[in-house]
C-alpha cells in the first residue's frame, strides 16, 4: 500500500493535512464538516487537495 500524505482545504477555507488511505471518518477541524471518509483503499476526499506529498 503505497499512499501519500495530502493537504486538503475545506470549503470553510480550513487546510488540515492527511494520509491518502484514511482508516476513519476525518471531520475539519473548523467547521466540523466531513473532509474525508475510508473507502477500503484511497480515501473519498470531499475538500479540495491543494498538495500531494510522497
Do not use: Q, R, W, Y
Amino acid at each position: 500500500m503505497a499512499g501519500k500524505f495530502l493537504k486538503v482545504k475545506c470549503k470553510c477555507g480550513t487546510e488540515m493535512v492527511l494520509f491518502s488511505h484514511v482508516t476513519s471518518s476525518i471531520n475539519c477541524s473548523g467547521c466540523n464538516n466531513k473532509i474525508a471518509e475510508p473507502s477500503g483503499g484511497e480515501a473519498v476526499i470531499f475538500g479540495k487537495i491543494t498538495k500531494e506529498a510522497d
